[in-house]
Structures are given as structure tokens and as C-alpha cells.
């Protein structure tokens, strides 16, 4: 397994404690929605993810991509499932931070400090 899919196991993982622990009337639909942003979002969040882990982009530029992403904020598929609105910005919110700290975990750890 490649050190980007540990990633996707490790995100969707974490996506689905979220779920669960701070969406709980909306986990099932929580997991589908982040699946979703994560698998629109994967060849990009593959490329600096790569890019991440080989030194060529910060980690303050690693986390203004991911945050401007915006199949990660797709708010309206969110209300559509029935999430109120303030509830579906803080899920975006939620989805996007768990996306940046998986990928530093996975990527960061793994490099010698320099």
C-alpha cells in the first residue's frame, strides 16, 4: 500500500469518527458527503500530497490549497440532506481541517526533520 492510500484509509477513517461524534443525527450522511469530496478531490490532494511530502510545498501552502478546494465545500449537497446551513459550513469546516491533519500525520512524520 502507497503511502497515499494509507493516507485515504487514515482520512476516511477520521472522517467517520466525525461523523459520529460531532454529527451524530447525520452520520451516514456525513460519511457519504466526505467519500464523495474525497474521491472528486483525489487527484489533487495526490499531487500535494506528493509535493507535501518532498519538501515542495509548505505546510502553510499544503493547508491554503486543501482550504480552497472546493469540492471540500460543497455546502449545498450538504443542505440538501437535510443539514441546516450553519451545520453544513461547520461540517465543510470539520471535513476540511480533518482532510489537512491526516495528510500532515501521514506525510510529515514520515520525513526526516530537516
Known amino acids: 500500500m502507497s503511502q497515499f492510500d494509507d493516507f485515504l484509509a487514515a482520512a476516511k477513517a477520521n472522517l ?8 451524530e443525527g447525520y452520520s451516514a450522511d456525513v460519511k457519504a458527503m466526505a467519500q464523495a469530496a474525497l474521491d ?3 487527484a489533487n490532494l495526490q499531487l500535494w500530497t506528493g509535493q507535501l511530502a518532498a519538501g515542495q510545498l509548505s505546510e502553510a501552502e499544503f493547508k491554503n490549497l486543501v482550504q480552497g478546494e472546493t469540492d471540500l465545500t460543497e455546502i449545498a449537497g450538504y ?6 446551513q ?5 461540517l465543510r469546516d470539520a471535513v476540511t481541517v480533518t482532510v489537512i491533519n491526516t495528510a500532515l500525520d501521514t506525510f510529515l512524520k514520515s520525513r526526516p526533520p530537516t
Open 86 to 90: 450553519a451545520d453544513a459550513q461547520r
Open 79 to 84: 443542505t440538501a440532506a437535510g443539514i441546516s
Open 40 to 42: 472528486k478531490a483525489k
Open 16 to 23: 467517520s469518527v466525525l461523523g459520529k461524534d460531532s454529527f
